[in-house]
């Protein structure tokens, strides 16, 4: 799945319609939202999904603002579905963690252990909650 990263370049003429499309994509308070916008140029979205930062693109210029987005490129082989003893885990940690050997051994042992995907263990480990 590719994510993209939601820059607001300009908020245009309508500045209560670009803020009311900010609280709805957001869920950010009127105060937060107007605040975001009056520091435009200013990252909105980062790491979404390419198919939700078009669709926030899209509000944002219905509304009036121009919007720019960033593609951050696709992860689809790290987020396989669940993985199993015959991966080749050492392969794919040398890929995503290429400074650090013991990953493989670590990844081996949540997806057993635990029964985690690749994917969330690899989002835990990017959110903090587990570390490298």
């Not at 957001?26 to 916008?37: M, Q, S, V, Y």
């Not at 979404?48 to 219905?62: N, R």
């Not at 794919?92 to 057993?112: G, I, M, S, T």
Request: proline letters at 4%.
């Amino acid at each position: 799945m590719s994510e993209a990263t939601v820059r607001i370049t300009s908020i245009g003429l309508n500045k209560i319609a670009v803020i009311k499309a900010v609280r709805e994509i957001t869920n950010l308070g009127l105060k937060e939202a107007k605040d975001l916008i009056d520091t435009v140029p200013k990252t909105l979205m980062e790491n979404v999904p390419q198919s939700t930062a078009e669709a926030a693109a899209k509000k944002l210029k219905d509304a009036g603002a121009e919007v720019e987005i960033e593609a951050l490129g696709g992860h689809d082989e790290v987020a396989a579905p669940v993985v199993g003893k015959n991966a080749d885990l050492s392969h794919l940690a040398a890929v995503c963690f290429p400074k650090q050997p013991d990953v493989a051994k670590r990844l081996e042992k949540y997806v057993d252990e635990f029964g985690l995907s690749l994917g969330w263990y690899l989002g835990l480990i990017r959110a903090g909650i587990i570390g490298q």
